[in-house]
């Protein structure tokens, strides 16, 4: 069974940067939609980015100019590079893995998450 694991959380200042990645345990899943969520304490976990098939993105309207999503096609692996973060971009990020080429809301696989922490 392919599992995804993210790596690259921790602790930052404000201000400053962190780089997340996501790998499936196998190769696969190359021509589906990837993208992150967050779970901030005591909210719903929320969508923060999605690149399809293609290599087109969209972000959550809180992380444009701040958050960069890409992707190695070759590996297939999933990066989340975060900058000018402030405290409430505090949370744990999940990546996932879509259903189809194009994003939508319908996910098929999920990581464990990475705990980003950024301090005042």
């Known amino acids: 069974q392919v599992s995804l694991a993210e790596s690259g959380g921790g602790s930052v200042q404000a201000g400053g940067s962190l780089l997340l990645s996501c790998a499936p345990s196998?190769?696969?899943?190359?021509?589906?939609?990837m993208a992150w969520f967050r779970q901030s304490p005591g909210k719903e976990r929320e969508w923060v980015a999605w690149?399809?098939?293609?290599?087109?993105?969209d972000y959550a309207d809180f992380v444009k100019g701040r958050f960069t999503i890409s992707r190695n096609f070759n590996r297939n692996i999933l990066y989340l590079a975060i900058n000018s973060t402030k405290p409430e971009d505090t949370g744990t990020y999940y990546c996932?893995?879509?259903?189809?080429?194009?994003?939508?809301?319908?996910?098929?696989?999920w990581g464990r998450g990475t705990q980003v922490t950024v301090s005042s």
């Open positions: 196998i190769y696969a899943y190359s021509g589906h939609c």
């Open positions: 690149i399809n098939s293609g290599g087109f993105t």
């Open positions: 996932a893995v879509g259903r189809e080429t194009y994003c939508s809301n319908d996910y098929i696989l």
